[in-house]
């Protein structure tokens, strides 16, 4: 057993050196050096890049946003659905055409719930002497020639071609467009049109849209101008170089299917140029048309 009582001597085995030598440093040194905390670790990290970025310029902040071409997307899509709606809209209108230096006119539209239509155009042919009816069913595309002063005679329907054909521009009184063919222009996002909102024409509710061309082409899909319809698909105004159509008064409910303004015949359709006059060298009355009478030489008469 150990005596407890006696003082503890030092060993006499070799002591060992109590100081660093120049080598690699004792784990006891390493443990000793002062350590950093997480966060100033991460600061001193994260300095050089901090004084990086103080010294250089700041990125240039982004350009506004412009709120032009979204304005004039959602014109389009919105006038793209009111003549959507009005492909739907089956009614008995009344428009008044006003153009400069003429007497207005009344219009009379009729889409028919079966898809067909007709359109009473006063003054449609002759120059403005003569009234027509243009309408297109299941039978085909026609010009119906209504009794005038200047064509006293029964009225007669000449076929122009299919329901879907264009009318002739010779006999094209134009004011048919905006109910018929140019609503289907309005819908088809590929046709060349750019569309922007207009302030409302005179007597014309609803919204009111300027649309222009975007194709070079002398054959624009329809005319430049302002087209207003109301919410339910409406057509309440439409003004174009050719005019202007304006809706007066309530629409009434639209017939099954349109009539013809008269029997079919055959003979050839009004066209819109006035007739010649008299003293014109193309009309056959006039001394100077081969035609004429006064015009023969004596061995023809």
């Known amino acids: 057993m150990y005596d407890l009582s006696r003082p503890n001597r030092p060993a006499t085995g070799p002591r060992t050196l109590d100081r660093h030598t120049t080598g690699t440093p004792t784990v006891e040194a390493v443990a000793a050096r002062p350590r950093l905390s997480a966060p100033m670790a991460l600061l001193a ?50 428009y008044r055409f006003s153009r400069g230096g003429e007497s207005d006119r009344t219009i009379v539209v009729t889409s028919a719930n079966d898809g067909s239509w007709r359109v ?20 085909g595309l026609f010009q119906c020639a209504l009794p005038s002063a200047a064509r006293p005679e029964p009225p007669g329907c000449v076929r122009l071609g299919d329901p879907d054909d264009a009318i002739p521009r010779r006999l094209d009184p134009r004011v048919q467009h905006p109910f018929t063919d140019w609503l ?9 049109l750019s569309v922007s909102p207009a302030q409302p024409l005179p007597d014309a509710p609803g919204a009111c849209y300027s649309v222009e061309t975007t194709s070079a082409s002398l054959n624009a899909p329809l005319d430049v101008g302002i087209y207003c319809y109301d919410r339910d698909g409406t057509p309440t105004a439409v003004r174009t170089e050719y005019g202007t159509l304006t809706l007066a008064g ?24 006035a007739p010649p006059s008299p003293d014109s060298p193309d009309s056959p009355n006039s001394p100077d048309s081969p035609d004429s009478p006064d015009s023969r030489s004596p061995q023809t008469q």
């Open 45 to 94: 990290l994260a300095l050089p890049a901090l004084l990086v970025a103080c010294s250089a310029d700041p990125p240039p902040a982004p350009p506004p946003i412009s709120a032009g071409p979204v304005a004039v997307d959602a014109a389009r899509d919105e006038l793209a659905a009111l003549a959507a709606a009005a492909q739907d809209r089956h009614l008995t209108a009344h």
């Open 120 to 139: 009473d155009v006063p003054g449609g042919a002759l120059g403005g002497a003569s009234d027509i009816s243009l309408a297109a069913n299941t039978e």
């Open 250 to 273: 309530t629409p009434a409910p639209a017939p099954s299917t349109v009539q013809l303004a008269g029997p079919i015949v055959e003979g050839e359709p009004l066209g819109t140029a």
């Open 184 to 192: 289907e222009v309005l819908t088809d996002r590929r046709a060349p």
